[in-house]
């Protein structure tokens, strides 16, 4: 039968559905077959999403995808079909319609479901126009509808069908997977070589957007004791320096101790680290370590994006409705529509809070064995939008902060191009205090644990941050628009109280790219292949150093707004124990890393013109390297 039989004889099919019967029939059979079909459209999605997985396309997702796009798109086709049904029953009732007007509704509401449903699994493979995808989606959805039509039943009552089945799907493909990876864990693990069970555990921590100078431990007028506490007893470093000044880029230096221009993971050249890198992870795992991640950045830290190499346990995910509907097309789509809206606060959603990290770790902890580990714990809760948890979150001020709904709508801080009021400015700055006060708590939480586990004395651990956060410092907001100070000045820590005398604190500028070679040299690993940079131990010990200038970059994003030094050029900058310089494609900065002279550019006095050839002839054959970021 062609397709225009079929809509002639539309009605005759809708009155074999029988859908206009009782009010509980019609809202069953609708949401039942509604569910199907969300199902169905669910596994479409599924499938191309780990294909694109598997091919390593630059999405923060997981092979988990394969069951929870169709779960998501499930239950969203169940909600969708009951408030459909109890709304055209309602309709019924008042407009006193022919019973198969409620069927027609129905269909149409079945067509733009699955006309939603098709563009978002289209988009996943063809760039095109919204309007193109939209036709092409609309053309689908027709001939899909059709064959289904002429199937034996119908529409209605094959989605019907189709409901337990697909439903089953998603249940063994969620346990198997689970399976699956346990499975492969233990497998791991069994293959990896034997350990010296004398070497020491190893935690990396990273408090994604912490800027030094909020703590007490670097002179912060608000405590943060618990990193007091631990700061103690550990090597301080006063002027570390990240690699550059958004998480991304930042971390795969800390994981490689490869530079930005080397590894080139960053928004505008990929977007993930290669896995043809060499990480700490990796080092560690050849050497018999047990290796664990526990991530809170679920945007730019996870395992798709190249982070997971090496690393035989690693938690990403946050198993909530909300940061498994962002894992889907239509969830990407509502992340960059509503995130942070005043309405709906999505962004938070797919957050995983320190607690959560703590106790994903601890849990790890508990059912490991005697081998050595290498544990990296990614905290985000410094990260806006700020907003603490109570009682943290009314910490500081009478107000309790609105973090970015109030102050810098959908955009978020850092892609933020306005100004904002003093008063506002000073609840931001409130409410980012509160979720380091929060955060802190949380630390001291985990050191705690360590020590019950008697851990405290047997583990190098290290605490630093990825970048910082501006609070209108050069008018801007955020991070990852500039190689400012502000984004790049981060704590670093390095606790082994058993070996280290403490209290040690060290005034020169250091990069958290030495840390691979750091650590690897700390515990004393066997590797075939070296990772660059200092030795920051010896640095801090015997005062050996190459006293080289901390190398930052940042490359070019022409999305932000264009007061944002990003939006027109490569960016990159050299801090040494005095000076700060940043050269752009339009000449270069020059700030003093002290007091408030951090604010003044002295590039255009004689000074700062010396001050800029010394530090060009001290890192002369890295500068050169960099020509081909201009």
Request: one cysteine or more; aromatic letters at 12%.
């Amino acid at each position: 039968m062609s397709n225009n039989k079929r809509l002639l004889v539309l009605y005759t099919y809708l009155d074999k559905q029988k859908l206009t019967g009782s009010a509980f029939r019609q809202l069953l059979v609708f949401s039942v077959a509604l569910a199907g079909l969300g199902l169905l459209l669910g596994f479409i999605e599924g499938a191309i999403q780990l294909t694109r997985w598997f091919l390593n396309v630059p999405k923060p997702m997981a092979p988990e995808i394969i069951w929870i796009a169709p779960l998501i798109y499930g239950m969203l086709g169940l909600i969708i079909g009951l408030l459909a049904g109890l709304a055209i029953w309602i309709i019924q009732k008042i407009l006193h319609a022919y019973p198969r007007l409620s069927t027609l509704l129905y269909l149409t509401i079945v067509f733009c479901v699955s006309i939603v449903g098709f563009y978002n699994t289209i988009h996943l493979v063809f760039t095109s126009a919204t309007w193109a995808l939209l036709l092409l989606a609309a053309g689908l959805t027709y001939q899909s509808l059709m064959i289904i039509f002429g199937r034996p039943g119908g529409l209605f009552k094959n989605l019907t069908k189709m409901t337990p089945w697909l439903g089953g799907m998603v249940v063994i493909l969620a346990l198997s997977m689970g399976g699956i990876k346990q499975l492969r864990e233990a497998s791991l693990l069994k293959s990896l070589p034997n350990s010296v069970k004398s070497k020491p555990n190893v935690i990396l921590i990273t408090l994604d957007t912490l800027r030094a100078d909020h703590l007490s431990t670097y002179g912060y007028t608000r405590p943060t004791p618990n990193l007091d506490l631990i700061a103690s007893e550990s090597i301080q470093y006063n002027r570390a320096i990240a690699p550059s000044s958004w998480t991304l880029p930042s971390h795969a230096s800390i994981m490689t101790g490869l530079f930005n221009h080397e590894h080139k993971a960053d928004a505008m050249t990929g977007n993930r680290l290669d896995e043809g890198f060499y990480t700490l992870a990796e080092a560690f795992g050849e050497n018999g370590y047990a290796t664990a991640a526990f991530v809170g950045n679920s945007f730019a830290c996870t395992a798709n994006l190249g982070f997971g190499q090496g690393f035989i346990h690693f938690e990403d995910l946050v198993w909530n409705a909300g940061s498994m509907l962002r894992l889907t097309t239509l969830g990407t789509k509502l992340d960059f529509k509503l995130m942070n809206s005043e309405l709906v606060d999505f962004y938070q959603l797919g957050r995983k809070p320190a607690e959560e990290i703590n106790r994903e770790f601890l849990t790890w902890l508990t059912n490991h064995d005697e081998r050595p580990f290498f544990a990296w714990l990614n905290y985000f809760d410094p990260h806006d939008p700020y907003e603490a948890p109570p009682p943290y979150d009314s910490y500081y001020g009478d107000k309790p902060a609105n973090g970015d709904p109030g102050s810098f709508g959908a955009l978020g801080a850092s892609d933020w191009g306005g100004q904002l009021p003093p008063e506002e400015l000073l609840w931001q700055n409130d409410a980012y205090d509160a979720s380091i006060a929060y955060l802190d708590a949380q630390l001291g939480e985990l050191f705690s644990s360590l020590r019950q586990y008697s851990l405290d004395d047997s583990t190098v651990i290290v605490i630093t941050s990825d970048h910082g956060e501006a609070f209108g410092e050069h008018d801007l907001y955020g991070h990852g628009n500039s190689l400012y100070l502000e984004s790049l000045h981060v704590p670093l820590l390095i606790y082994y109280p058993s070996e280290f005398p403490s209290g040690i604190q060290v005034d020169q500028a250091v990069s958290l790219r030495d840390l691979p070679a750091t650590l690897t040299k700390l515990v004393e690993l066997n590797l075939i292949t070296q990772f660059p940079g200092e030795d920051l131990i010896q640095l801090a010990i015997l005062g050996q150093s190459s006293n080289a200038p901390a190398l930052s970059e940042l490359y070019k994003n022409p999305y932000h707004p264009e007061n944002h030094p990003v939006s027109q050029s490569n960016l990159s900058s050299l801090t040494d124990d005095r000076w700060h310089a940043i050269w752009s494609q339009d000449g270069y900065e020059l700030f003093a890393v002290n007091g408030s002279a951090g604010q003044r550019d002295f590039a255009g006095t004689p000074d700062g013109q010396a001050v800029v050839q010394n530090l060009v002839k001290k890192f002369k054959s890295l500068i050169e390297q960099l020509v081909d970021l201009d």
